[in-house]
């Protein structure tokens, strides 16, 4: 019996699993190289101050500042957005552990600041609803 194709496939495994484990682990960043961009959108900043990584905050959604349904969900999408870039100025330490990728190529993630995740901390403050 040829054992290159169990072989391989076990060598496959073992690359998929361990490029599954490393892209959710957690990841420290530098609270001031986020960008608020909205009530779930943010983007990391390289050194440089460019757009490294576009993030989307995995399982919540804010209401829209672009383009909204009307002036009290504009009034809301300002007051998550605030809400939002308040609370990752104040912060010491971030951390993020990416999913994936959404239908328009940002990072789906979840960003921890200070230990607290973010997404919870928006829907705890009526700012934003759990999504899945």
Same mark, same amino acid.
């Given at each position: ?7 391989? /496939? ?10 599954? #484990? @490393? ?5 420290? #960043?530098?609270? @001031? ?5 909205? %009530?779930?959108?943010?983007?990391? /900043? %390289? ?16 209401? !829209?500042?672009?383009?909204? @349904? ?11 957005? !605030?809400? /939002? ?12 552990? *990416?999913? %994936? =990728?959404?239908?328009?190529? @940002?990072?789906?993630? *979840?960003?921890? #600041?200070?230990?607290?995740? /973010?997404? *919870? ?7 934003? =609803?759990?999504?899945?």
């Amino acid at each position: 019996m040829n054992l290159a194709v169990p072989a391989a /496939l076990g060598l496959l495994f073992a690359c998929l699993l361990w490029v599954w #484990i @490393r892209s959710s682990a957690k990841h420290a #960043i530098n609270p @001031r190289n986020l960008c608020v961009i909205d %009530g779930d959108t943010v983007w990391i /900043l %390289g050194p440089d101050r460019s757009v490294a990584e576009k993030v989307r905050l995995q399982n919540v959604n804010a209401p !829209e500042l672009r383009r909204p @349904r009307s002036r009290r969900e504009l009034n809301k999408a300002v007051a998550a957005t !605030e809400f /939002l870039r308040d609370t990752i100025e104040r912060a010491r330490s971030a951390t993020i552990r *990416r999913r %994936g =990728k959404d239908r328009y190529g @940002r990072t789906l993630a *979840r960003i921890a #600041i200070d230990g607290s995740d /973010l997404g *919870r901390l928006l829907v705890r403050a009526g700012h934003a =609803k759990r999504w899945t």
